[in-house]
């Protein structure tokens, strides 16, 4: 990839972008992280400390990660949640009452409920404001990386209170 493609607005926030960000936030070291010979992808120590901590855990059924696969704002809330529930250990208990405001919330699968409604509780994830004012949580819409950015730096300062 080209640094010249590279734009804060673009949809191509990928899973395999995604999950360095929660191994950033911990400050984990890329030493400790378990290798394997398939994961020697740059990406790859970053999954594998995320799926032994329980950020990740893959498609369904398949428990397959899709690395190349866009990341949706569903799965990244989700990432969010769990990294701050099973790393952080901050509660991440729902009250729910900004996401289930909003009109699209019955599209939120059901894996993503309550990773969603903690989000938007947090303010982590305020949602997509239309020109109408209506806003949505499009929570199957491509999470862009400035909308991750921004994600990540209100769970850091506003919940986890890193560096006060």
Known sequence: MSW???SPAMSTMRRKSAVPCDAALSRA??????????????????ISWA?????????????TFGPNDYVT???FATMLANYASKVARVDVTP????????TDYAAVSSFAVPAVEWVMDHDVITGVVLADGDA??????RAERCQA????AVLQRDILKAGK
């Open 149 to 152: 950015a921004k994600m990540l």
């Open 95 to 102: 009250s729910g009452e900004k996401a289930r405001a909003m």
């Open 136 to 141: 949505l949580i499009r929570p199957d819409g």
């Open 51 to 63: 799926r032994a901590t329980g950020v990740i855990s893959g498609y369904g059924e398949t428990n």
């Open 73 to 75: 704002r569903e799965q």
């Open 29 to 46: 070291r890329t030493s400790s992280f378990p290798r394997s010979a398939r994961k020697r992808e740059y990406y790859g120590p970053a």
């Open 4 to 6: 010249k493609r590279i």
